[in-house]
């Protein structure tokens, strides 16, 4: 497909590449290139042209660094860092250099994919575990303010919300939003996941704490 996302995985291990170019494989993703050495980075970069890098900085002679070099070398490229270290200091020069996401190995498929998804439409996207980590140790409105992009929150996540605090049910959100109600169903599950919430009440409440601005979510 023409609009399908090309990726590249780079990792030390051959049966974990396996198994994500088995979960990540299908119609929306195609895998471009493989490796598992710095050198292997540098070339796939360079020669495959990936639209999103995803590699585990604990690679012999990896490091957040190496991430840095790439993003200078293409400045288009998008990486998604898929590793073992839940090191806060490699989470936050991650963040500091403009890697697009930061995720954890043992992370289900589905959420690995909605996390690609998430890239790839230019937010950012950081485990919630991490996110929250985070949010708790950092001071300052600036990261809280930020914690919608943190946690993968889209667009229309944020008009759905904006409609749900309005106190609409979910046919009346299918009306609004010009979708049917299984539709809405399956966005307010996707949303309460992002944002560990159980319910309606807890999404409204978490999002005020997030200091969501709506202003913007008229339009999706």
Do not use: W
């Not at 949010?135 to 300052?140: A, E, S, W």
């Not at 939003?177 to 996941?193: A, H, N, P, Q």
């Not at 978490?206 to 999706?220: I, P, T, V, Y």
């Amino acid at each position: 497909m023409a609009d399908s996302i090309r990726i590249a995985i780079v990792d030390a291990h051959p049966l974990f590449r396996k198994g994500l170019v088995d979960t990540i494989s299908g119609p929306r993703m195609t895998i471009v290139a493989q490796g598992e050495t710095i050198e292997d980075m540098r070339r796939i970069v360079e020669q495959s042209k990936p639209d999103i890098l995803i590699f585990d900085i604990g690679i012999p002679g990896g490091g957040v660094g190496v991430a840095d070099n790439a993003l200078r070398a293409r400045s288009d490229l998008r990486i998604i860092i898929l590793t073992a270290s839940d090191d806060q200091a490699d989470v936050a020069d991650a963040l500091r250099i403009g890697v697009h996401g930061y995720i954890l190995k043992g992370v289900g498929g589905t959420e690995l994919v909605d996390a690609i998804e998430c890239v790839h439409l230019g937010q950012p996207y950081i485990s919630p575990a991490l996110a929250t980590r985070l949010l708790v140790q950092t001071k300052g409105k600036s990261l809280l303010a930020d914690r919608a992009s943190v946690i993968g929150l889209t667009v229309r996540d944020k008009r759905v919300l904006h409609h749900l605090a309005k106190g609409l049910t979910n046919r009346q959100l299918a009306s609004e939003l010009g979708v049917d109600v299984r539709t809405i169903k399956y966005y307010l599950s996707r949303i309460f996941k992002k944002m560990r919430v159980q319910g309606r009440v807890e999404a409204i409440l978490e999002a005020q704490k997030m200091r969501l601005d709506f202003r913007d979510q008229g339009h999706s």
